[in-house]
């Protein structure tokens, strides 16, 4: 029986490709703990700094992935969500009598709220991921390029309401008092909950209807595939997570600022996803990674590094300029990323298992 | 009153046209999403001083006479446009259109900086011709000088551009272009002129936009190109990307629904002019995805 076989054995290969998908987020989850123990044993405070910094960006970018490397649709909008969760974060836990002389137009619900930081963070996510569902049934009905120029209306939306509404959100003067609680760990677990998140979504069958869709349109749709609602989902998946990212950056640094969500983090984002390559989790998380790495060395040159008797600063600004040359080389000779689309796996015979076929 | 609302809607409706224009043309040759256009213009602004931290700006350029000033700063625009073409764009014209746009924001990030690296981060004050600040009466309405000279530039670079598009050589070859760029190619038209000029062209529109905001203003500011280059953005999607008329009549359209938010809006809501403006785009898009003035080659065909 030939024919059966056949079937049997695809099957199986199908069964071990699924299982090495999922090895992916567990071996990145690997890879940051390793990262975070490094950290904390071997390095200063400063260090230690850095490493929640980077794991607030896995949280971040890997919740960016979410959408932009399922859909293939470039999306500018991501920072406002951080600046909504980041507020939404603020309005929940800082003391009321700081939210009474710098907020005074709060509704009094939120006013005298002092939450617990995790449920203020899940509230985060939750109303990013609401803005999300709802701009995103408006803005993901338009094709890919118009549809991201459309994010960017969004993002200068957020961002004008957010530096005017001054009762409300401070304006453009800093909300402050923010508890610093983000440590590594605290970062390390909501990067850990965001990969594990996206590689969930990208092994369901909606995530694979979304790929489906991003490499060709028209086929997808011929095959029966609601581009919009799978990217809805997506949007709004991923818009919790950044949510959730822009809380944890701002009870990292405890002050948090329109400004501080816009065109910057947004080129951030953006930078470390193409760097590392869109087309792969694990090139989501190298990518972080690898500009996290180089911006900490160069914020450290514009501080001044001393060779022998001379003092050697770069100027403020020309760690943007070096991030942005770098992100145009790679975009021109290495245009799919560090990483070219390949996910981090364990190899194929390892999670084959018994019964596996040999072929 | 109400004739004073119908010359701020031109003037500033004229600006966003001739922005959303420079976007447009170069969409239409190469698909290329310029999100550096807002930094050309910066650029070009900060190219009238001379670089410095200081609060209130020396004049560098800007201390020529207009009759220099004007093609000078023309020249410059077109020159950094061409010159990223050059550099960024043409390595990167067979990668997708999604590519190009990341790579023009990185672009527009990295002009900023240098901006920023050169001249510090604050505001300058920059007085470039104040005299045109000065009120004429035009019938009932009290209208500065400059809007008036921003009305006629308008007209005069969309008829000039119409006429360069219809009558001449390069006019054609862009034309054939931006229909289909393959097909242009394969009859005879240089790809790296077209799109050369194309960039020229662009260049030099921002170089304009920077002229009149800066005299509008009497700032230069680093983050000045962004706004209104988002707002040109907005005027090629409603206007259906890469339809050059639909970008011009776009951003009329936008100029004048932003000068009747800023007047009927109530006084509370005014700093939310631009939020509301852009929600509203988004709602037209909702019922015509393709813009107004969709392009024949805007839909994908099988």
């Not at chain 2, 551009?161 to 931006?178: C, D, F, N, S």
């Not at chain 2, 500011?221 to 040109?232: F, H, P, S, T």
């Not at chain 2, 990307?241 to 359209?253: F, I, P, Q, T």
């Amino acid at each position: 029986m030939p024919d059966s076989h056949v079937i049997a054995s695809r099957a199986t290969r199908h069964q071990v490709r699924r299982r090495m998908a999922a090895t992916t987020p567990v071996l990145l989850a690997l890879l940051l703990l390793v990262f975070v123990v490094a950290v904390v044993t071997f390095g200063d405070r400063a260090s230690a700094r850095m490493a929640s910094e980077t794991l607030i960006r896995v949280t971040l970018v890997a919740g960016f992935w979410i959408f932009v490397g399922n859909s293939g649709v470039v999306s500018f909008g991501h920072a406002a969500f951080a600046c909504v969760g980041a507020y939404v974060s603020a309005w929940t836990t800082v003391a009321p009598a700081m939210k009474a002389t710098l907020l005074p137009g709060l509704p009094a619900l939120l006013a005298d709220a002092r939450w617990h930081v995790l449920p203020a963070s899940l509230a985060a996510g939750l109303a990013a991921a609401l803005l999300a569902l709802v701009t995103g049934a408006a803005i993901l009905r338009l094709s890919g390029i118009a549809a991201s120029i459309a994010t960017f209306a969004f993002l200068a939306m957020v961002n004008t309401i957010w530096a005017n509404w001054t009762p409300v959100t401070g304006g453009t003067s800093s909300v402050v008092g923010l508890e610093r609680y983000v440590t590594p760990w605290v970062g390390l677990g909501w990067a850990v909950a965001t990969l594990a998140a996206a590689g969930l979504y990208a092994a369901s069958a909606s995530g694979l209807a979304l790929r489906a869709s991003r490499e060709d349109e028209v086929a997808s749709s011929a095959s029966g595939i609601d581009r919009y609602r799978h990217r809805l989902a997506a949007y709004t998946i991923s818009a919790f997570f950044c949510g959730v990212g822009g809380a944890l950056m701002g009870h990292y640094i405890g002050v948090i600022n329109p400004d501080g969500f816009y065109l910057n983090l947004t080129f951030l984002m953006l930078a470390m996803l193409v760097v590392g390559g869109i087309g792969s989790l694990s090139g989501a998380v190298v990518g972080v990674l690898a500009v996290s790495l180089a911006v900490d060395a160069l914020v450290r040159m514009e501080k001044g590094v001393s060779i022998g008797d001379v003092t050697f600063a770069l100027p403020p600004g020309s760690q943007e300029i070096l991030i942005a040359a770098a992100m145009i080389l790679v975009l021109i000779f290495r245009p799919a990323g560090l990483l070219a689309g390949r996910e981090i796996t364990l190899p194929a015979r390892w999670v084959a298992g018994r019964g596996a076929s040999n072929d | 009153m109400s004739l004073q609302l119908v010359f701020d809607a031109l003037s500033l409706g004229g600006i966003y046209a001739i922005a959303a224009l420079g976007i447009a043309l170069i969409f239409g040759v190469m698909n290329l999403v310029n999100f550096a256009h807002g930094q050309f213009i910066a650029c070009s602004v900060f190219a009238l001083i001379m670089p410095s931290a200081d609060a209130v700006a020396t004049m560098g350029l800007g201390a020529l006479p207009a009759v220099l000033l004007i093609p000078a700063i023309l020249a410059f625009g077109a020159g950094l446009a061409v010159a990223a073409e050059a550099l960024v764009f043409r390595p990167l014209r067979h990668a997708s259109p999604v590519a190009l746009m990341v790579a023009s924001f990185a672009l527009g990030i990295l002009l900023q900086n240098v901006l920023l690296v050169a001249y510090g981060g604050r505001p300058k004050a920059v007085s470039l011709w104040p005299e045109l600040g000065s009120p004429v009466a035009v019938l009932s309405a009290q209208v500065p000088l400059l809007q008036l000279l921003v009305i006629a530039a308008v007209v005069l670079i969309l008829a000039g551009l119409a006429l360069m598009l219809k009558r001449t050589r390069v006019g054609l070859e862009m034309r054939a272009a931006a229909e289909d760029f393959d097909m242009a190619r394969m009859l005879g038209v240089r790809a790296n002129g077209v799109i050369s000029g194309a960039f020229a062209l662009s260049g030099a529109l921002a170089a304009v936009v920077a002229l009149v905001l800066v005299t509008q203003t009497g700032v230069a500011d680093v983050r000045m190109g962004g706004q209104i280059m988002l707002v040109a953005f907005i005027a090629t999607v409603v206007g259906g990307m890469g339809s050059l008329a639909g970008a011009v009549a776009a951003g009329l359209a936008l100029g004048a629904a932003s000068a009747l938010l800023q007047a009927f809006l109530p006084v509370d809501a005014r700093p939310f002019r631009d939020a509301f403006l852009y929600a509203l785009v988004i709602l037209v898009l909702l019922f015509r995805p393709q813009g107004l003035f969709a392009s024949v080659g805007a839909k994908p065909r099988v």
